[in-house]
């Protein structure tokens, strides 16, 4: 099992920025992929980003050249910087990791709990 601690949400008016933190703690398998989804209020959850574990990235059209996504893998870490922040941006935002379990030859998707991102003027 892989737990996984958001951090990094809060309040921020239109242009702002914020950084989100995911870090990855338990039983530590291979992380193949990881990254970001959001939902907002009435919506589908979303993608976001992505980055692999060689550091290929993959980005929603929407988030496009605002958000970067990267990860440190020695920290079992992935981070979202979020710049340019506009309204819509406005959702709960969730930490996704695709894991490898070398003793099950199985991958598994993990979610964190979820932290809240809210674009206000």
């Known amino acids: 099992q892989v737990q996984l601690v958001e951090s990094g949400g809060g309040l921020v008016q239109p242009g702002g920025s914020l950084r989100l933190s995911c870090a990855a703690s338990?039983?530590?398998?291979?992380?193949?992929?990881m990254g970001w989804y959001r939902q907002a209020p009435g919506k589908q959850r979303e993608l976001v980003a992505t980055?692999?574990?060689?550091?290929?990235?993959n980005y929603a059209d929407s988030v496009k050249g605002r958000f970067t996504v990267s990860r440190d893998n020695a920290k079992n870490t992935v981070y979202l910087q979020m710049n340019s922040l506009k309204l819509e941006d406005t959702a709960v935002y969730y930490c996704?990791?695709?894991?490898?379990?070398?003793?099950?030859?199985?991958?598994?998707?993990?979610w964190g709990q979820g932290t809240q991102v809210t674009i206000s003027s």
């Open positions: 980055i692999t574990s060689g550091g290929t990235t």
């Open positions: 996704n990791v695709r894991a490898y379990d070398f003793q099950v030859a199985e991958s598994f998707n993990f």
């Open positions: 338990g039983s530590i398998l291979r992380l193949d992929v």
